[in-house]
């Protein structure tokens, strides 16, 4: 599994080591979104990713045209201090899921390089897996990895 690193789980009934947090920022608009990540019934794919790399790209024309199956995908970009909002929102166009531009989401999931995937358990908020996207096959691999492939 390319880029696949363990993540710090609970064992029986012991906290989680750390949790996912709600995503907050502005959307490409400059719009005020927040993604509540307990609220769906299905886990959640966030992708980090950034408008000026070509290992983006990928993802970018991807969520365009075919969504992983059985998770609730979320793109998630740098604050507007950190990237151009009207460079997200063309390269954001017709993509079918919600854009959320936030420099404290990196912060709050340890992001450090793009692009990079991060499932979470909606109920427990618990990081099911991670992982850096080479290509959609590590899509794949994180969501098997989670128990969702």
Known sequence: MAGLRPVPSAIGDAPVAWSAADL???DPDG?????????????????????????????????RRDLPP???????????????A?????????????????????ADFRVTSYPFLVLVEPHTRRILGESVGFGWSDVAALLDSGGHG
Request: with cysteine; net charge negative; aromatic share 6%.
């Open 31 to 63: 719009m005020p979104i927040r993604v509540d990540l307990a609220s769906s019934l299905r886990p959640g794919l966030l992708v980090f990713l950034s408008t000026n790399c070509d290992g983006c790209d990928l993802f970018w024309t991807g969520l």
């Open 70 to 84: 059985g998770v609730d995908v979320v793109v998630v970009t740098k604050g507007p201090a950190n990237v151009r």
């Open 86 to 106: 009207d460079e997200v929102a063309v390269t954001a166009a017709d993509v079918p899921v919600p854009v959320v531009m936030s420099d404290g989401a990196w």
């Open 24 to 26: 907050s920022g502005v």
